[in-house]
């Protein structure tokens, strides 16, 4: 907390030798109260500020959770407007997110173990009675465990946001190592779940995974998953299923397109190592990509015959900065402090930002989450939301998206975007979440099956 307290310090500061203004809460400072509120800001440390960040964002996961499931809320608004009514809305995938955030919190000391198994112990109790289709939960449940359709036809099964879920099970799985009764049961139980996915159902008889399928509308989605985008982990854990695994050949045709995804390009003067979009020429995705498949899956010293994964994604956040830097649509503080671009809240409702579908918008997560493959820059941007823009950062972390262009922001979060900052934030300062979920050896068999050089954890 003594980074909190020298930011009341600074604030008091301020407001002694200045009058404040600004839009939607945002301070502006007179050359004096600059000079005062530096003082303390330098005096804030790195490890300080992310401690102050891990807590915030565990906190979504711990003091934010539904009650009934122990789960992630799909998105907290704290001015309590919700226009589609789903306070309570459970999502997946960003609960998949928050087990592995809440490991963060036993590490950090902000909650005990047993308070973490006990927790665990609820969610793997609300799992195993949900709804599930051929073993896959779908986008979204309510908390009497039965779907909340996340569009008409989307009302099963959904195996992209099951990936992110068993990602976060395994790394429990492996941090949960105790011979005692209640860890073992979490280690037996994850494994259950675990292996009831249906992966090997999900390729349709085809050499592609299917991301969804409806007891009511059964295929009709129609989205065969193709690299590359965020979904590795899907391919990954399906080829590592001891039940119900894929072959190669759905990988290397399906996720990989026969080489295709190889074919990559320049911007900004980096290579994008991979082909991000299969039906379009944009040469890069939001950047969120480069997170949720690697939450777990560490990928430092991760390569296939299609590419390297360390360098795909250390190029990808830095084009997102380089981009910021540039500024070639000349937003308001962008630059060298400030920069991010992912899918996030915009004034326009949800939106897939990157460099090419820039709306002047910086989702914090997007450079907080790439705090491994670009520590300096990562860092530079958490000190400048915390110590300059510090309306933008609220009970649970910073605000899910901000516009100094159109002086707009919201005090509201997404699971799926608070969810990898203390994770990510977490690998960069010791490894952990990818030490315990490179550890499983199931997760071995399958990167071992699709031909991936990996580095495996050692004691």
Not at 67 to 76: K, L, V, W
Not at 234 to 248: E, Q, R, W
Request: with cysteine; aromatic share 14%; hydrophobic share 35%.
């Amino acid at each position: 907390m003594k980074s909190l307290v020298k930011l009341i310090v600074c604030l008091v500061l301020v407001a002694v030798v200045s009058m404040v203004e600004g839009c939607n809460g945002r301070k502006t400072k007179n050359e004096k109260s600059i000079e005062k509120s530096e003082i303390v800001q330098d005096e804030i440390s790195d490890d300080e500020l992310m401690d102050d960040i891990q807590r915030q964002t565990f906190n979504y996961f711990w003091e934010g959770a539904e009650p009934t499931s122990g789960m992630a809320r799909e998105r907290i608004h704290l001015d309590n407007i919700y226009p589609s009514n789903d306070k309570d809305v459970i999502t997946i995938g960003g609960s998949g997110f928050g087990l592995m955030a809440i490991l963060v919190g036993v590490e950090r000391g902000f909650i005990t173990r047993e308070q973490a198994v006990q927790r665990y112990g609820k969610i793997l109790t609300f799992l195993e009675k949900a709804d599930r289709f051929h073993g896959a939960w779908p986008h979204w449940l309510q908390p009497s465990g039965k779907t909340a359709p996340f569009s008409q036809k989307d009302n099963g099964g959904d195996l992209v946001e099951t990936a992110f879920l068993i990602q976060g099970l395994l790394t429990a799985k492996e941090y949960f190592n105790k011979p005692n009764g209640a860890e073992l049961d979490i280690r037996d139980r994850v494994q259950e779940l675990w292996e009831g996915v249906e992966f090997d159902w999900y390729t349709k008889g085809e050499n592609v995974l299917y991301w969804h399928w409806s007891p009511k509308y059964g295929w009709d989605m129609n989205f065969p998953v193709g690299g590359y985008n965020e979904a590795l982990i899907m391919y990954i854990l399906g080829a590592a299923s001891p039940t119900h695994p894929i072959k190669k050949e759905v990988y290397d045709q399906g996720w990989a397109h026969n080489g295709e995804i190889a074919k990559d390009t320049t911007y900004y003067g980096l290579k994008t190592i991979l082909n991000h979009y299969e039906h379009d020429k944009a040469p890069v995705g939001p950047l969120f990509w480069a997170h949720y498949s690697y939450l777990g899956l560490n990928p430092k010293g991760l390569s296939d015959q299609y590419g390297d994964y360390w360098k795909l994604n250390q190029n990808h956040a830095l084009i997102n900065y380089r981009h910021a830097v540039a500024n070639p649509n000349n937003f308001k503080g962008y630059g060298e402090k400030a920069w991010g671009f992912t899918s996030s809240y915009s004034m326009k409702g949800y939106d897939g930002h990157r460099p090419d579908h820039d709306l002047g918008v910086i989702s914090p997560t997007a450079a907080l989450s790439s705090m491994p493959y670009t520590p300096k820059e990562s860092l530079a941007f958490l000190r400048y939301l915390y110590t300059e823009q510090d309306s933008l950062v609220g009970k649970y972390g910073p605000y899910d998206a901000y516009s100094l262009t159109d002086n707009w922001s919201l005090p509201r979060y997404l699971a799926i975007d608070q969810g990898p900052i203390p994770v990510m934030i977490e690998n960069y300062r010791s490894g952990m979440l990818w030490y315990y979920f490179m550890k499983n050896d199931d997760v071995h068999k399958g990167l071992n099956a699709l031909e991936f050089t990996y580095v495996k954890p050692t004691e």
